[in-house]
């Protein structure tokens, strides 16, 4: 898992130098999900991303260069469709807010992912023109709904 916290700790710097998205311990180990450690994360990733500045730094990614605010938006691209594969992997809803879904293909239609290079998402395949958002949005990141 790329960590979101250590966006925080980079994002939080006064040095005028990028900072690095980088490896950190899984929240999962073992079996056993630490929801202290989840909490704390997110509670610093939001403190950064409301810091002033925070949205127009460069954060070296390995999906490629991102400001700040193209890394929010890859967050909750991310948070949004792995929560579709979480509720799909164990027989949950699997709706998303339609305007939620329909705003996150919006921009990746017109900028992509880029994260089929990496292994994150699989390559787009395609969805009939009816399709809801949210089945647009799944299709668009490699996802067979």
Known sequence: MWSAGLFATRCSCTAPRPMRWERRTPLITSGMIRWGSFERRAQEVVAAFREPGALSRTVLHPAGDRSGEELLELRITEFAVHAWDL???????????????DEIWKRLSV??????????????????????????????TGRHP
């Open 111 to 140: 900028t992509g992912t880029h994260l089929e290079r990496g292994g994150y998402f699989d390559r787009p395949t395609s969805a009939r023109n009816d399709a809801s958002p949210l089945i647009r949005l799944l299709h668009l």
């Open 87 to 101: 509720a799909r992997a164990i027989g949950a809803n699997e709706q998303i807010d339609p305007l939620l879904a």
